[in-house]
Antibody, heavy 116, light 104 residues
């Protein structure tokens, strides 16, 4: 059974860096059929795709965030990570990780990150 | 950026009815559109991919279709469990979600 779980701090100070990790089980981050994605959802609002990383560690980012966003893949630990620099209150959201064979077929439960 | 305009934003219906939710893409996305259902406090769940392909385990009362740059999600014979928020997504160029439709 495929399972994804986000982890990281729930509170980040403004101007600091937000770092999250997505632990993956039941599937491998080295599988060439998938990208590994991050999506966020501000409280009470809609979904925003942030970016994705492939098994070759190639990345695609939301253009509006590309200057602040980094993603990495740890094949030995079977997890992938997100770093978002210079955060503001506008980055407060539930952050989800997901498996992406094009669409997003498996999602983590989400983690609320508050910038304050 | 490709925009996905989703409507209506809110939809009122009753159990047993059929409803249609629409997304219009700002440019061609071929058939690279997915639909998701989200319930409060939960992650979205994939319903439809490639515009009209039903995800494994999703009831057949959910269906998707496309006509040019317009995509629809049809939910037939509404069940109590179907009242939720629905999102479309294009994944032709990067990825963009529609604004969501709350089905009440």
């Amino acid at each position: 059974q495929v399972w994804l779980q986000e982890s990281g701090p729930g509170l980040v100070r403004p101007s600091r860096t937000l770092s999250l990790t997505c632990s993956v089980s039941g599937t491998s981050v080295t599988d060439q059929n998938y990208f590994w994605s991050w999506i966020r959802q501000p409280p009470g609002k809609g979904l925003e795709w942030l970016g994705s990383i492939s098994h070759t560690k190639g990345t695609n980012f939301q253009p509006s965030l590309s200057s602040r966003l980094t993603m990495s893949l740890d094949t030995s630990a079977n997890h992938f990570s997100l770093r978002l620099t210079s955060v503001t209150a506008a980055d407060t959201a539930v952050y989800y990780c997901a498996r992406e064979p094009g669409s997003l077929d498996y999602w983590g439960q989400g983690i609320l990150v508050t910038v304050s | 950026d490709i925009q996905m305009t989703q409507f209506p934003s809110t939809l009122s219906a009753s159990v047993g009815e059929t409803v249609i939710i629409t997304c219009r893409a700002s440019e061609s996305v071929s058939h690279w559109v997915a639909w998701y259902q989200q319930k409060p406090g939960k992650a979205p769940m994939l319903l439809i991919y490639k515009a009209s392909s039903l995800e494994y385990g999703v009831p057949s009362r959910f269906s998707g279709s496309e006509s040019g740059t317009e995509f629809t999600l049809t939910i037939s014979r509404l069940q109590p469990d179907d009242f939720a928020t629905y999102y479309c997504q294009q994944y032709h160029t990067y990825s963009t979600f529609g604004q969501g439709t709350r089905l009440e």
